[in-house]
T-cell receptor, first 112, second 116 residues
Framework: RKEVEQDPGPFNVPEGATVAFNCTYS??????FFWYRQDCRKEPKLLMS???SGNEDGRFTAQLNRASQYISLLIRDSKLSDSATYLC?????????????FGRGTQLTVWP | GAGVSQSPSNKVTEKGKDVELRCDPI?????LYWYRQSLGQGLEFLIY????????KSGLPSDRFSAERTGGSVSTLTIQRTQQEDSAVYLC??????????????FGPGTRLTVL
């Protein structure tokens, strides 16, 4: 089983739509969670960290459900510039503490 | 400040040749990672260096791949006897590592390797 599994999409939504991405992780001892964004032919960049209580950054809301080992990202009022691949990321534990495990990514296209 | 840099940005080589890819991490970052990404695919972990600890080589796909990190800073990824399936973008990242494991990885722009 992969460490991180994501709905691969693609998601194609109109501007202004609300879209949600989901992700599950296998290691119940993981402590740190992130969403990264990767634009076409560019390197991944941190979008936001995910905290236990859930957190919001402008139009972006991240949620964590430890019991279900489930992470979500909600994007409200989608913009054309949100078009990218969104990577769900979870840290390792024990001997792999320093590693981050990346999901394969969910592709989003926002159309005018 | 300066981010992670990688060189070369593009490398075209012939099957069977050896290649070296370089990564300069952000100054002060103790952890350095190599990944590769084939077209339309996710990130594939290759190797991880953390301080003076033995590197985690569990992601290296074959013994043709090796990496070193000199002086705790610059890293070189070497691929011997390249094959066409080695063609991909090779990404380097660096980070600080906290006890709780929560840290942001900063990626370089990558080296696009094409093996003819």
């Amino acid at each position: 089983r992969k460490e991180v599994e994501q709905d691969p999409g693609p998601f194609n939504v109109p501007e202004g739509a609300t879209v949600a991405f989901n992700c599950t992780y296998s290691n119940s001892a993981s402590q740190s969670f992130f969403w990264y964004r990767q634009d076409c032919r560019k390197e991944p960049k941190l979008l936001m960290s995910v905290y236990s209580s859930g957190n919001e950054d402008g139009r972006f809301t991240a949620q964590l459900n430890r019991a279900s080992q489930y992470i979500s990202l909600l994007i409200r009022d989608s913009k054309l510039s949100d078009s990218a691949t969104y990577l769900c990321v979870v840290n390792g534990r024990g001997s792999t503490l320093g590693r981050l495990y990346f999901g394969r990514g969910t592709q989003l296209t926002v159309w005018p | 400040g300066a981010g992670v840099s990688q060189s070369p940005s593009n490398k075209v080589t012939e099957k069977g040749k050896d290649v070296e890819l370089r990564c300069d991490p952000i100054s002060g970052h103790t952890a350095l990672y190599w990944y590769r990404q084939s077209l339309g695919q996710g990130l594939e972990f290759l190797i991880y260096f953390q301080g003076n600890s033995a590197p985690d080589k569990s992601g290296l796909p074959s013994d043709r791949f090796s990496a070193e990190r000199t002086g705790g800073s610059v890293s070189t990824l070497t691929i011997q006897r390249t094959q066409q399936e080695d063609s991909a973008v090779y990404l380097c990242a660096s980070s600080l590592v906290h006890l709780a494991g929560g840290h942001e990885q900063f990626f370089g722009p990558g080296t696009r390797l094409t093996v003819l």
